[in-house]
């Protein structure tokens, strides 16, 4: 497919190219104008025209990749198709999302959104920065896809059979998490770590306590695949110095079993311009080297599962940070200065993390690190008795890239990928021979950076996006807050060349992951009539087709109710003011796309019923009058006409 797109790119830009030098060409579009005219007059380039030839996809074609990235505050996941980089969905997660019907109802998307409780309190936002595709034995199955909240510390899983959030759980221990979500090879855990310390029980504690009592921590969530949903009963965290721990990743291959975590703030610099003059962001970044924590995460499932020496904090099981020393559990290894990116490469073999204030980025050895655990080749301990690692012994390189260097991908053949933040550009070096091979500037100042199956065993090495924070003079303005640019990279050969630029207009996504298309299996449509999304099986409340009617019991009605082109059955609901309605909703449709909608006027009420889906709705008719509820989805020439009233008697 990729092979005879190629082929045919090739001809069709011979066929350009001839446009563009000849006098006069006969290629002409249907509009008119020959191809070559049309690029002289729009004042196109020959690299102009291949990034359009490698992008465009003529209508009905699909994507070779999609990719999946976080939606930043909106607290949701956009999934966008790579090369042709249009947005094909927006996953409601953490944030009530209307056409979705996601956190409209009472059914399965208000219990996904109430496990996003945070003590008790609804919050109706998220921060997402990671998402992380399921993998099976270090590659993108494309069966789920997690994602965190920064800013309230929760992880959403997603289905990736229907695209929807299934759970969202929240992880009482932490106040922000950063290191989520990130999968185990075979998506054993879920791991999500801390960003800023807290004291783990939610207690009160002054900064002055700061050492003694606040603490980092990661939270090792069990997947269960079968349920599709983390099982919290079966998950552990692991206590953790009141460092600020950062982005995580999975060892892989040789380096199976242990999970590595960058940290700034090893300082513990509590801040307070206002009184002691120094800020955070001077006290946080006094030090030349902050420490990435290497974490055995197999022997730590061992230790949890033995139950030796646990503490349960706030209904989670802890392994408190002197059992982490005594077995064997965490080591910290020095790295230059405030790191933000821990990158495994492709092979386990070595960690790359990159320092924002050092010009560098430092590959350590996996191989090393074992050595100086089982030799003790130590520096020293941190003020908590966590081993130090000698920088020296578990070093491999460093490579000078430019300025505010983030994060690394690969293409699989050797190639690295740092996204420099500072230089607003894309370093490419080798992890064969340590160099600098090149460097691409990008529009503006780029955070994350993601490639091809970039997290698996083996990426494909031919695209790459660029997440840039600013877009300054990118695109048309819309007043003064910016868009996001998402750019294509085509990685393919030297030198690497920009293909597209992707606004995005929601939220501030920070990584996303790219899976192969062809690797995704989504339904498309519910396997049966009376199908729950939620429980990901039929419903026991389904109605089906001639089985539609109102129960009254005391001041509770129950409709049961069925959709189909063009009439809701039953179409008068008569309840009295005060009582208690719920709806059980069926769509009978079979066929692709044949989706309705359920909207009742005035109380905040719209579900989709996707072709097969069943879903219920619940509310108190607090206020007589009338309330017409129609389909909000337009689904067939007499969809106007798909309505009904609700009668709500004094
Ligand atoms: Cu924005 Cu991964 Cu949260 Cu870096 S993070 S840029
Ligand atoms: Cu059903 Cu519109």
């Known amino acids: 497919m990729r092979a005879k797109r190629a082929i045919w790119a090739v001809a069709a830009f011979a066929v350009i190219a001839l446009a563009i030098a000849g ?78 019907g996601y956190g409209y109802g009472a059914g399965g998307t208000m219990e996904a959104l109430e496990g996003g409780l945070v003590n008790g309190k609804e919050v109706l936002w998220g921060d997402t920065h990671h998402p992380a595709i399921s993998e099976t034995d270090g590659e993108y199955d494309g069966q789920f896809l997690f994602i965190d909240d920064k800013a309230n510390a929760r992880v ?48 009160y504690a002054d900064l002055s306590e700061y050492q003694e009592r606040y603490r980092g921590a990661v939270t090792f969530w069990k997947f269960d695949r079968a349920a599709g949903r983390i099982d919290p009963s079966r998950s552990f ?23 590595f975590l960058g940290s700034f703030n090893t300082e513990m610099a509590t801040g307070g311009i206002e009184t002691t003059g120094v800020p955070f962001e001077a006290g946080a970044s006094a030090n030349d080297m902050d420490y990435l924590h290497a974490i055995n995460w197999q022997r730590a499932e061992q230790v949890y599962q033995s139950g030796n020496g646990l503490r349960r904090i706030q209904g989670m099981s802890v392994i408190p940070l002197d059992v982490s020393i005594s077995e064997g559990l965490l080591y910290l290894i020095p790295e230059p200065k405030s790191p933000h990116g821990a990158d495994v490469t492709p092979d386990g073999r070595m960690i790359v993390t990159a320092g924002k204030l050092d010009p560098h980025v430092s590959v350590y050895s996996f191989e090393k690190i074992q050595d100086a655990i089982a030799n003790e080749t130590f520096s020293g301990r941190d003020p908590f008795g966590v081993a130090i690692l000698d920088f020296d012994a578990v070093l491999e390189a460093q490579v000078e890239l430019g300025l505010g260097p983030l994060h690394t991908q690969f293409d699989g053949r050797g190639g690295a990928y740092t996204s420099l933040f500072i230089e607003t550009a894309v370093a490419k070096w080798s992890l064969e021979d340590f160099t600098l091979k090149e460097k ?40 003064p807050l910016h868009p996001q640019n998402f750019q294509l990279i085509d990685v393919t050969g030297e ?15 920070h990584y996303a992951q790219i899976i192969k298309a062809d690797k995704l299996d ?21 109605v089906s087709s001639g089985e539609e009617r109102i129960e009254r019991n005391g001041n509770r009605v129950d409709v049961y109710m069925t959709a189909i082109r063009s009439h809701f059955t039953p179409e008068h609901i008569k309840v009295r003011q005060g009582d208690r309605v719920r709806i059980y ?66």
């Open 495 to 509: 030198p690497m060349q920009l293909l597209y630029d992707m606004p995005i207009g929601i939220g501030e996504p």
């Open 237 to 259: 965290t692991l206590e953790l110095p009141p460092y600020w721990q950062d982005l995580a990743d999975a060892g892989k291959g040789p380096s199976m079993g242990w999970v």
């Open 440 to 479: 691409i500037g990008v529009h503006y100042n780029i955070g994350h950076l993601a490639a091809a199956e970039g997290d698996t065993r083996t990426p494909d090495g031919n695209y790459l996006v660029a997440l840039n924070k600013w877009s300054i003079d990118r695109f048309m303005p819309v007043g």
């Open 585 to 650: 909703l069926t769509s009978l449709e079979t066929i692709r796309d044949g989706t309705h909608g359920f909207a009742i006027d005035k109380h905040n009420i719209n579900v989709s019923l996707e072709p097969g889906e069943s879903e219920v709705v619940e509310f108190v008719a607090d206020q007589a009058g009338v309330y017409p509820f129609y389909c909000s989805e337009f689904c067939s020439a007499l969809h106007l006409e798909m309505v009904g009233y609700l009668l709500v008697e004094p």
């Open 522 to 542: 989504p339904w498309l449509v519910y396997p049966e009539v009376g199908f729950s999304p939620h429980a990901m099986a039929s419903d026991p409340n389904a």
């Open 156 to 203: 959403a899983v997603i289905s990736l059979k229907d695209f929807e959030t299934k759970q969202v759980l929240h992880n009482p221990l932490m106040g922000s998490d950063h290191g989520a979500t990130f999968v185990t090879p075979n998506t054993e855990y879920v791991i999500q770590s801390s960003q800023y310390a807290v004291p783990l029980d939610g207690s």
């Open 23 to 100: 006098p006069q060409s006969c290629t002409r579009g249907p509009a008119g104008a020959s191809v070559g005219e049309l690029a002289r007059e729009r004042g196109l380039s020959e690299a102009d025209i291949t990034a359009a030839l490698k992008t465009y996809l003529p209508t009905g074609q699909l994507d070779e990749y999609v990719m999946f990235s976080s939606g930043g505050h909106s607290g949701q996941v956009l999934v966008i198709g790579v090369p042709s980089m249009r947005l094909l969905k927006v996953i409601a997660a953490f944030t009530p999302e209307p056409w979705q």
